[in-house]
């Protein structure tokens, strides 16, 4: 299921990618600058209220980084509660 998941939205991605021709990468720029003063609520903010190509892409990979996050700790956490043999 997860994997299903993951392959739908590296299609979508990359849709998003093949049209970024000549992107306007502002919005990144100040994403990154709200970032390094630790503003990250007004980075999160800005990134999900752009609807500019780069911003989706921005945020379909952010999307496979927690489930991947999500998926990875719930093994781990299946196989710390194995008996120890």
């Not at 939205?9 to 919005?27: E, G, I, P, Q, W």
């Not at 003063?37 to 989706?56: C, G, K, S, T, V």
């Not at 990979?61 to 120890?84: C, G, H, N, Q, R």
């Amino acid at each position: 299921m997860v994997i299903i998941l993951l392959w739908e939205l590296s299609v979508k991605a990359l849709s998003v990618a093949n049209r970024l021709v000549a992107a306007d990468y502002t919005m990144l720029e100040i994403c990154v600058k709200q970032l390094h003063i630790n503003n990250y609520p007004d980075a999160f903010r800005i990134l999900i209220e752009n609807r500019a190509a780069e911003a989706e892409l921005c945020l379909q990979f952010l999307l496979k980084y927690v489930i991947y996050s999500l998926v990875a700790t719930e093994y781990v956490d299946m196989i710390s509660t194995l008996p120890m043999m």
